[in-house]
T-cell receptor, first 113, second 112 residues
Framework: NAGVMQNPRHLVRRRGQEARLRCSPM?????VYWYRQLPEEGLKFMVY????????ESGMPKERFSAEFPKEGPSILRIQQVVRGDSAAYFC???????????FGQGTRLTVV | DAKTTQPPSMDCAEGRAANLPCNHS???????VYWYRQIHSQGPQYIIH???NNETNEMASLIITEDRKSSTLILPHATLRDTAVYYC?????????????FGTGTSLTVIP
């Protein structure tokens, strides 16, 4: 049973471009969470999705950021018109249910130049 | 939004037990305590979780006080590979959501 898969592992974008980060949850997991970690800081919750539905996006910036988890395929975190401040590690986690443990992927390190 | 308090750093001698404390005095009755660790810049690794009773698995033991206002993670025989930042998390379950809010964690250094 493969773990949570995130790709790409490293992504470089110029200011103004779009970044798409993909997350394939573990088999049988229908709950997906996205977190952002700035250098030397802790993980900040961004969004929680449950198959095709956004349950909680209280941690998402109001503009330029969006997330989806379609019926088929991976969850996507999309950042439009990236700025240098978006440079960070983005981690995805998945869980089977509400009160079960969540497992994290190895993250995507986004660098905006 | 973190609901936990942890010491910022701790040292532990290799081979000894590492006891990592966590205060969660505002925890609600249906909220679980989870522990994760992050080694260097890797993805957080699940360690253990519990509600009321003490829990043990192959990695660690979790001791939760009777009033549930604090807990301790015990690594019975710390190795150098246990050097990491350890996060104590109270999982908030509301409106169908169940987010993990990470605080600043405890940076554990295992010393040879």
């Amino acid at each position: 049973n493969a773990g949570v898969m995130q790709n790409p592992r490293h992504l470089v974008r110029r200011r103004g471009q779009e970044a798409r980060l993909r997350c394939s949850p573990m088999k049988g997991h229908s709950h997906v969470y996205w977190y952002r970690q700035l250098p030397e800081e802790g993980l900040k919750f961004m969004v929680y999705l449950q198959k095709e539905n956004i349950i909680d996006e209280s941690g998402m910036p109001k503009e330029r950021f969006s997330a989806e988890f379609p019926k088929e395929g991976p969850s996507i975190l999309r950042i439009q018109q990236v700025v240098r401040g978006d440079s960070a590690a983005y981690f995805c986690a998945s869980s089977r249910g509400v009160n079960t443990e969540a497992f994290f992927g190895q993250g995507t390190r986004l660098t905006v130049v | 939004d973190a609901k936990t308090t942890q010491p910022p750093s701790m040292d532990c001698a290799e081979g000894r037990a590492a006891n990592l404390p966590c205060n969660h005095s505002t925890i609600s009755g249906n909220e679980y305590v989870y522990w994760y660790r992050q080694i260097h810049s890797q993805g957080p690794q699940y360690i253990i979780h519990g509600l009321k009773n003490n829990e043990t698995n192959e990695m660690a033991s979790l001791i939760i006080t009777e009033d549930r206002k604090s807990s301790t993670l015990i690594l019975p025989h710390a190795t150098l590979r246990d050097t990491a930042v350890y996060y104590c998390i109270v999982r908030v379950v509301n409106k169908g959501g169940n987010q993990f809010y990470f605080g600043t964690g405890t940076s554990l250094t295992v010393i040879p």
